[in-house]
């Protein structure tokens, strides 16, 4: 046994790391004196490892070489010979230790036959030793372009340390550098002899280095043919691809080529089969006639969550194209059965889909224009974004990884619970591997990471600072800059890839609470026509997605539908998303943990609370919302009856609705929340809240356009309108809860983005018109809550509403203070009659309050009138004026 070498590896003193490992493209040309002395100390050491002898010597370059691949030689007495190859079950057993040994060599050569070999004088030994200490084998990153100095360009393939027959390193003890024949290109078997390159392929077989570098390319598929040098493509002449090319050289300029692959080769010129071709065209001329002929036909409105799903494959779904982060979708199915008759065309007639134009006289204008952008694709991007400079790298505005760690933890615990769009072991680990290579980072991933940076200081207030070091709003500004910027460079616009929907989705959620203008509405038909595109509103499970991905389409899209539905709503337009449109079921009430990326059958779903809950509360909300909601009479939820007559949603229906609705919530949801969990507080909250809002949809009259004014002036029966007004409190007080509680302040950002308008209007109105008593003193304690935080946001006060609520509050203010006063004299016996105020509407007395006074009767719906009032300033007037106020959904 003691005839055998222990592979160790190289010693590690106690209690210390080993050393890591260097990329060895940026080790090689590295500046520093320790990297230049080791590469010195490598090269020379890989030598002396060579010239040892070969049949003696089983620590011989010649021996350790042969446990891996060629020449195949027995080593230490183990039997056979190339024990680890790649196709070999035994790889795995043997190529760690193999390259374990061949470090401890090239370890032990420097350590005993070179550093004792250096002149001068200790220290310089020293240096170098300590330097050979730290060195280990560096590592190629194949995925890394290596810089060809000689062309000026970058390419994938082997390292240049590797590529070049000479290499330059430092003499022995000193600082200037010396030329030697490089060992890592060349070996010289010491049986014969005979030199073998790297790249003599027919010594080396498989192993050969052109081999190597014709592997390494962009596209492994495609040929490695050059392309035309830059001056042949400038002077639209032909280039015969030689280095240097002949017109450069009659020219006497610098031949250089650009980088990428060649031409596709051309066709092969295969006659196909006549009868074959005239079966294909027949199929498609019959598909041209069914798409001439093809009527429009009304589709039923679909219940997201009950809809029965078709068969796997049915092309009534259309044709969905996906990979690991994109997807493509075709509605048509007569469009998709084309795109399918043409890709057999392809496959049988050896077309490629990329490439079908082999005009070699072409060949500059193919190369001059197949790297270009779509034509006003930068524009569009820079135009919507803002952007000042495609050409500017965001790598400064990353912040360091302690501040990357700090706001992932922000947008973990402040964030991620209210906007379930991510897998978040999934995004975890995305996240990790995105921060620890930022130089090499991909533009969607870059995009995602500033949305995260973005909404974590977003979820931030002023008292808590951000982890950035800067005050909020200079922090917001900057990664609001940085986050618009890098959805231009990742081409927003044509964009098909997921993880930049989803940090789309997540922006414009954060946006929400610093910008109420209408850029949120606009972006969010953006993302929703995105969304379409990629098939989101048409259910994963039709199309034999796995589970995760399913369920990450499923979210993404009801949080989609979620934004269009609010952001419509505060505007006063028509969400854009119908009912109709999609099909895509609501997600599952399951954790993240039940979800993981083997899955091929979808998990059950949990009964009681799970990480979905508040999610789920608000999307199963949103198709009876719309059912119930007030919207303009040519757009209003409509049946046709048996006389053919088209009729409202009845008050019964309605009733139904809202019950169905309630019942829901309550028996799916409410039975499980715990009021001592926080997270469950909110979502049982956000239930109670969106209960609230639509009995009072339900209840609060319509106004008919096409009735009488007589009609329209009847005021309320006295138990409606109080159950209104308690329905308005109640809604105030669930508001101030949710965003005053200290337990639950870290998602109070998110509350405020949902600001109660129309309740608040109800109530004010109500305080002006009713006695004095308790629940009047309630609703004006949550009013002034909820206006004082409103008044501290500047884009609320910019707000098109906010001067009508001021208004009715100063109304509401001045009503109060003279039933004080009225109050107060009474109890000193004395009678006063309540003044006008020079500057608002005269108001009755309460004692003189009549039933025919109902400024409640006339609050309509916002949303037919927000064109045609350029001005809001005074759409809130009390008395016999109208006030106007948005009644659909909010949460």
Same mark, same amino acid.
């Given at each position: 046994?003691?005839?055998?070498?222990?592979?160790?590896?190289?010693?590690?003193?106690?209690?210390?790391?080993?050393?890591?490992?260097?990329?060895?493209?940026?080790?090689?040309?590295?500046?520093?004196?320790?990297?230049?002395?080791?590469?010195?100390?490598?090269?020379?050491?890989?030598?002396?490892?060579?010239?040892?002898?070969?049949?003696?010597?089983?620590? @011989?370059?010649?021996?350790?070489?042969?446990?891996?691949?060629?020449?195949?030689?027995?080593?230490?007495?183990?039997?056979?010979?190339?024990?680890?190859?790649?196709?070999? !079950?035994? !790889?795995?057993?043997?190529?760690?230790?193999?390259?374990?040994?061949?470090?401890?060599?090239?370890?032990?050569?420097?350590?005993?036959?070179?550093?004792?070999?250096?002149?001068?004088?200790?220290?310089?030994?020293?240096?170098?030793?300590?330097?050979?200490?730290?060195?280990?084998?560096?590592?190629?990153?194949?995925?890394?372009?290596?810089?060809?100095?000689? %062309?000026?360009?970058?390419?994938?393939?082997?390292?240049?340390?590797?590529?070049?027959?000479?290499?330059?390193?430092?003499?022995?003890?000193?600082?200037?550098?010396?030329?030697?024949?490089?060992?890592?290109?060349?070996?010289?078997?010491?049986?014969?002899?005979?030199?073998?390159?790297?790249?003599?392929?027919?010594?080396?077989?498989?192993?050969?280095?052109?081999?190597?570098?014709?592997?390494?390319?962009?596209?492994?598929?495609?040929?490695?043919?050059?392309?035309?040098?830059?001056?042949?493509?400038?002077?639209?002449?032909?280039? $015969?691809?030689?280095?240097?090319?002949?017109?450069?050289?009659?020219?006497? +300029?610098?031949?250089?080529?650009?980088?990428?692959?060649?031409?596709?080769?051309?066709?092969?010129?295969?006659?196909?089969?006549?009868?074959?071709?005239?079966?294909?065209?027949?199929? =498609?001329?019959?598909?041209?006639?069914?798409?001439?002929?093809?009527?429009?036909?009304?589709?039923?409105?679909?219940?997201?969550?009950?809809?029965?799903?078709?068969?796997?494959?049915?092309?009534?779904?259309?044709?969905?194209?996906?990979?690991?982060? @994109?997807?493509?979708?075709?509605?048509?199915? *007569?469009?998709?059965?084309?795109?399918?008759?043409?890709?057999?065309?392809?496959?049988?007639?050896?077309?490629?889909?990329?490439?079908?134009?082999?005009?070699?006289?072409?060949?500059?204008?193919?190369?001059?224009?197949?790297?270009?952008?779509?034509?006003?694709?930068?524009? =569009?991007?820079?135009?919507?974004?803002?952007?000042?400079?495609?050409?500017?790298? /965001?790598?400064?505005?990353?912040? +360091?990884?302690?501040?990357?760690?700090?706001?992932?933890?922000?947008?973990?615990?402040?964030?991620?619970?209210?906007?379930?769009?991510?897998? &978040?072991?999934?995004?975890?680990?995305?996240?990790?591997?995105?921060?620890?290579?930022?130089?090499? #980072?991909?533009?969607?991933?870059?995009?995602?990471?500033?949305?995260?940076?973005?909404?974590?200081?977003? +979820?931030?207030?002023?008292?808590?600072?951000?982890?950035?070091?800067?005050?909020?709003?200079?922090?917001?500004?900057?990664?609001? !800059?940085?986050?618009?910027?890098?959805?231009?460079?990742?081409?927003?616009?044509?964009?098909?890839?997921?993880? #930049?929907?989803?940090? %789309?989705?997540?922006?414009?959620?954060?946006?929400?609470?610093?910008?109420?203008?209408?850029?949120?509405?606009?972006?969010?038909? *953006?993302?929703?026509?995105?969304?379409?595109?990629?098939?989101?509103?048409?259910?994963?499970?039709?199309?034999?997605?796995?589970?995760?991905?399913?369920?990450?389409?499923?979210?993404?899209?009801?949080?989609?539908?979620?934004?269009?539905?609010?952001?419509?709503?505060?505007?006063?337009?028509?969400?854009?998303?119908?009912?109709?449109?999609?099909?895509?079921?609501?997600?599952?009430?399951?954790?993240? +943990?039940?979800?993981?990326?083997? *899955?091929?059958?979808?998990?059950?779903?949990?009964?009681?609370?799970?990480?979905?809950?508040? @999610?789920?509360?608000?999307?199963?909300?949103?198709?009876?919302?719309?059912?119930?909601?007030?919207?303009?009479?040519?757009?209003?939820?409509?049946?046709?009856?048996?006389?053919?007559?088209?009729?409202?949603?009845? /008050?019964?229906?309605?009733?139904?609705?809202?019950?169905?609705?309630?019942?829901?919530?309550?028996?799916?949801? #409410?039975?499980?929340?715990?009021?001592? $969990?926080?997270?469950?507080?909110?979502?049982?909250?956000?239930?109670?809240?969106?209960?609230?809002?639509?009995?009072?949809?339900?209840?609060?009259?319509?106004?008919?356009?096409?009735?009488?004014?007589?009609?329209?002036?009847?005021?309320?029966?006295?138990? *409606?309108?109080?159950?209104?007004?308690?329905?308005?409190?109640?809604?105030?007080?669930?508001?101030?809860?949710?965003?005053?509680?200290?337990?639950?302040?870290?998602?109070?950002?998110?509350?405020?983005?949902?600001?109660?308008?129309?309740?608040?209007?109800?109530?004010?109105?109500?305080?002006?018109?009713?006695?004095?008593?308790?629940?009047? $003193?309630?609703?004006?304690?949550?009013?002034?809550?909820?206006?004082?935080?409103?008044?501290?946001?500047?884009?609320?006060?910019?707000?098109? #509403?906010?001067?009508?609520?001021?208004?009715? &509050?100063?109304?509401?203010?001045?009503?109060?203070? &003279?039933?004080?006063?009225?109050?107060?004299?009474?109890?000193?016996?004395? @009678?006063?009659? &309540?003044?006008?105020?020079?500057?608002?509407?005269?108001?009755?007395?309460?004692?003189?309050?009549?039933?025919?006074?109902?400024?409640?009767?006339?609050?309509?719906?916002?949303?037919?009138?927000?064109?045609?009032?350029?001005?809001?300033?005074?759409?809130?007037?009390?008395?016999?004026?109208?006030?106007?106020?948005?009644?659909?959904?909010?949460?």
């Amino acid at each position: 046994m003691a005839n055998y070498y222990p592979i160790t590896g190289i010693p590690v003193p106690v209690r210390q790391d080993p050393p890591p490992r260097r990329e060895v493209a940026s080790w090689a040309v590295s500046s520093e004196p320790v990297d230049q002395i080791q590469v010195s100390l490598f090269i020379r050491a890989v030598r002396k490892l060579q010239e040892k002898n070969p049949i003696q010597d089983k620590l @011989s370059f010649y021996q350790i070489a042969g446990i891996h691949g060629l020449p195949k030689v027995e080593w230490d007495g183990a039997g056979g010979g190339y024990y680890c190859p790649h196709n070999t !079950f035994t !790889f795995p057993t043997w190529h760690r230790p193999y390259m374990l040994l061949y470090e401890q060599c090239l370890y032990n050569v420097m350590k005993n036959d070179i550093i004792p070999t250096i002149p001068g004088s200790d220290s310089v030994k020293e240096a170098w030793k300590q330097a050979a200490e730290m060195w280990r084998l560096p590592y190629w990153d194949w995925a890394i372009p290596q810089v060809d100095y000689g %062309a000026g360009k970058e390419k994938l393939g082997v390292p240049k340390l590797v590529d070049d027959s000479e290499v330059w390193i430092l003499k022995l003890g000193e600082k200037e550098k010396e030329p030697v024949p490089n060992p890592l290109y060349k070996f010289t078997n010491k049986l014969n002899g005979e030199e073998v390159n790297a790249g003599d392929k027919k010594k080396m077989g498989e192993f050969a280095l052109d081999n190597m570098r014709s592997c390494s390319t962009y596209d492994a598929g495609r040929n490695t043919e050059r392309r035309s040098c830059l001056l042949c493509r400038s002077r639209k002449v032909k280039c $015969d691809r030689q280095q240097p090319c002949g017109g450069c050289i009659r020219a006497a +300029s610098t031949c250089i080529y650009p980088s990428g692959t060649g031409r596709a080769p051309k066709r092969p010129q295969q006659s196909a089969n006549n009868s074959v071709v005239l079966t294909r065209l027949d199929r =498609l001329e019959s598909i041209i006639r069914q798409l001439e002929s093809q009527q429009t036909q009304q589709e039923q409105p679909l219940d997201p969550s009950a809809a029965a799903l078709p068969p796997q494959g049915d092309q009534r779904n259309g044709r969905l194209a996906i990979d690991s982060t @994109s997807s493509v979708y075709v509605s048509n199915v *007569l469009w998709a059965s084309l795109g399918d008759e043409i890709e057999e065309l392809r496959d049988m007639l050896h077309v490629s889909p990329s490439n079908n134009d082999d005009d070699e006289e072409g060949d500059w204008q193919e190369e001059t224009y197949e790297k270009e952008e779509p034509v006003g694709t930068v524009g =569009l991007n820079a135009a919507i974004m803002g952007f000042r400079s495609l050409a500017h790298s /965001l790598r400064d505005y990353h912040p +360091s990884i302690s501040q990357s760690v700090a706001l992932f933890e922000i947008f973990q615990t402040n964030v991620a619970p209210l906007v379930k769009i991510f897998h &978040m072991p999934t995004l975890t680990k995305l996240f990790w591997d995105a921060v620890a290579s930022l130089d090499a #980072l991909d533009c969607n991933m870059e995009a995602l990471l500033f949305a995260i940076y973005y909404a974590a200081i977003i +979820s931030t207030t002023d008292q808590n600072q951000c982890p950035l070091g800067l005050p909020r709003h200079q922090a917001l500004h900057t990664y609001r !800059f940085a986050v618009e910027q890098a959805f231009a460079r990742a081409d927003l616009l044509n964009t098909q890839n997921m993880i #930049l929907l989803q940090a %789309a989705a997540l922006f414009l959620c954060a946006l929400r609470n610093e910008d109420d203008s209408r850029t949120v509405w606009s972006l969010t038909a *953006l993302i929703v026509h995105i969304a379409q595109a990629m098939g989101l509103h048409r259910d994963g499970a039709a199309f034999g997605l796995r589970p995760l991905e399913t369920e990450l389409r499923r979210r993404l899209w009801w949080f989609i539908v979620g934004l269009d539905q609010r952001s419509s709503e505060y505007h006063g337009y028509e969400p854009i998303v119908s009912e109709s449109s999609f099909d895509t079921r609501l997600p599952l009430n399951i954790n993240d +943990s039940d979800l993981t990326a083997d *899955l091929v059958e979808p998990p059950t779903e949990r009964d009681g609370a799970t990480e979905m809950t508040l @999610s789920l509360i608000g999307w199963e909300s949103i198709p009876i919302v719309r059912k119930v909601s007030f919207i303009p009479p040519h757009r209003r939820q409509a049946r046709t009856t048996s006389s053919g007559s088209v009729t409202e949603l009845s /008050l019964p229906e309605r009733e139904a609705l809202a019950e169905q609705l309630q019942s829901r919530l309550e028996t799916r949801y #409410l039975a499980y929340c715990i009021p001592d $969990d926080p997270f469950l507080f909110v979502s049982a909250t956000v239930a109670r809240l969106i209960i609230a809002r639509v009995w009072l949809m339900v209840h609060y009259p319509r106004k008919q356009v096409d009735s009488s004014k007589e009609a329209s002036a009847a005021p309320l029966q006295a138990n *409606l309108r109080d159950k209104i007004f308690l329905l308005a409190l109640e809604i105030l007080e669930l508001s101030c809860s949710a965003l005053c509680n200290p337990n639950i302040a870290h998602w109070a950002w998110r509350s405020d983005t949902y600001s109660q308008w129309h309740a608040v209007a109800l109530v004010l109105s109500e305080i002006c018109t009713r006695p004095p008593c308790r629940d009047c $003193d309630r609703a004006w304690a949550a009013v002034e809550i909820l206006y004082d935080r409103w008044r501290m946001k500047e884009h609320a006060r910019k707000g098109t #509403l906010w001067k009508p609520i001021g208004r009715l &509050m100063a109304k509401a203010r001045y009503v109060r203070e &003279m039933q004080s006063v009225d109050r107060d004299c009474s109890t000193a016996g004395s @009678s006063s009659v &309540m003044e006008a105020s020079p500057d608002l509407p005269q108001v009755a007395h309460h004692s003189n309050v009549t039933t025919t006074l109902d400024p409640l009767a006339d609050i309509f719906s916002l949303a037919p009138f927000m064109e045609m009032n350029p001005s809001l300033d005074d759409l809130f007037l009390v008395g016999d004026d109208f006030v106007q106020v948005d009644m659909r959904s909010g949460f």
